[in-house]
Nanobody, 128 residues
Framework: QVQLVESGGGSVQAGGSLRLSCAAYGYTYSSTYMGWFRQAPGKEREGVAVLYTSGGSTYYADAVKGRFTISQDDAKNTLYLIMNSLKSEDTAMYYC?????????????????????WGQGTQVTVSS
C-alpha cells in the first residue's frame, strides 16, 4: 500500500528557508516520478517540482525556479524540497505525490492529474 508522509512545514518570514521531506512506503521507490504540489486557499492545486527517481531528472514550475530545489535520498526512499528566498505567495499546503506512469522524456509531469498517489500535506506559511 502506497504511503507518503510529509514533514517539515512551518511558519517562516519572507526571505527565509524551509526543507520539506516526504518519506515513501509500501512500493518500489525506483523508476517512479515523485513530486511536490501546493494548494493555497481558494486556488487550484499546482505543480511545484518533480523528480524522476532513477536518473534524477527534475522539473520545476516557473514560479519557483532558482529558489526551490527538489532532491532525494534513494537509500531512505525520501524526497526533499529545499525552499529558499520564500515569498508570501509561497504560502500553501504542500503535498507529496507519486505515480507509476511512464512519461515521455520531453514531457514535464507537473500537472496534479499526472499523479495518482498523494500524501496528507504539510502547511507552509510565509509572512511578509
Amino acid at each position: 500500500q502506497v504511503q507518503l508522509v510529509e514533514s517539515g512545514g512551518g511558519s517562516v518570514q519572507a526571505g527565509g528557508s524551509l526543507r520539506l521531506s516526504c518519506a515513501a512506503y509500501g512500493y518500489t521507490y525506483s523508476s517512479t516520478y515523485m513530486g511536490w504540489f501546493r494548494q493555497a486557499p481558494g486556488k487550484e492545486r499546482e505543480g511545484v517540482a518533480v523528480l524522476y527517481t532513477s536518473g534524477g531528472s527534475t522539473y520545476y514550475a516557473d514560479a519557483v525556479k532558482g529558489r526551490f530545489t527538489i532532491s532525494q535520498d534513494d537509500a531512505k526512499n525520501t524526497l526533499y524540497l529545499i525552499m529558499n528566498s520564500l515569498k508570501s505567495e509561497d504560502t500553501a499546503m504542500y503535498y507529496c505525490a507519486t505515480t507509476f506512469t511512464r512519461y515521455a522524456s520531453n514531457y514535464a509531469p507537473l500537472r496534479p492529474t499526472d499523479f495518482g498517489y498523494w500524501g496528507q500535506g504539510t502547511q507552509v506559511t510565509v509572512s511578509s
